[in-house]
């Protein structure tokens, strides 16, 4: 069985990848749930989206929050290395 935060590390992961091949216009709900890994006996759809982040917009800003905190993380320890 899939836990919820792994579908909301799946659906964030998607986003990510999608916005970066192809900007906004190619990270549509149906491509952010049939898109990337899944687990075998679990089927993704676009209500997953809204039960875990009540929008895509809501979505979009949990990615960049994710990806402020990992870049922040990285410039870090790059300058702890300097």
């Given at each position: 069985m899939t836990s919820a935060q792994d579908i909301?590390?799946?659906l964030i992961a998607n986003t990510i990848r999608l916005?970066?091949?192809?900007?906004?216009e190619k990270a549509t709900t149906k491509a952010i749930t049939?898109?990337?890994e899944t687990?075998?006996?679990?089927?993704m759809n676009e209500v997953y989206i809204y039960r875990?982040?009540?929008?895509?917009?809501h979505l979009y800003e949990v990615v960049f929050e994710t990806l402020d905190?990992?870049?922040f993380s990285e410039l870090r320890n790059a300058?702890?290395?300097i």
């Open positions: 909301q590390k799946i916005i970066s091949e192809g900007g906004f049939h898109s990337g687990p075998v006996d679990f089927r875990y982040f009540g929008s895509k917009e905190v990992e870049f300058i702890d290395q």
